[in-house]
């Protein structure tokens, strides 16, 4: 069951950018929502979060200063911008809705089924 919906992703060259959407159910607007990354072969990873009310986790070093999460609260929409990406932002970028906001995956109770960047040199 997806109960939520990203979109956004595409092919760039390296020093592009792109802005994922994540289309959530009205019920969750009150939640916590966060955007996590998983490359091929390699661990889920957190990348950003943010509450209903706008507060932030602190970005993860890889993402500090290229990409910001943001919430169109009466929309029901998650964004987040990605600028000057890299080869290693490649992956499946995924959002999740839970409770409280936190940096780890199992705080999160609902997630996406993804959607693709792919970053080429």
């Known amino acids: 069951q997806v109960q939520l919906v990203e979109s956004g992703g595409g092919l760039v060259q390296t020093g592009g950018s792109l802005r994922l959407a994540c289309v959530y159910p009205?019920?969750?607007?009150?939640?916590?929502t966060a955007w996590f990354r998983q490359a091929p072969g390699k661990d889920r990873e957190f990348v950003a979060a943010?509450?209903?009310?706008?507060?932030?986790?602190p970005y993860p070093d890889f993402v500090q200063g290229r990409f910001t999460i943001s919430r169109e609260y009466a929309e029901n929409t998650m964004y987040l911008q990605m600028n000057d990406l890299k080869p290693e932002d490649t992956g499946v970028y995924y959002c999740?809705?839970?409770?409280?906001?936190?940096?780890?995956?199992?705080?999160?109770?609902?997630w996406g089924q993804g959607t693709q960047v792919t970053v080429a040199s």
């Open positions: 943010i509450s209903w009310s706008g507060d932030r986790t």
């Open positions: 999740a809705a839970g409770l409280t906001v936190a940096t780890l995956s199992p705080s999160y109770s609902h």
């Open positions: 009205g019920r969750f607007r009150t939640y916590a």
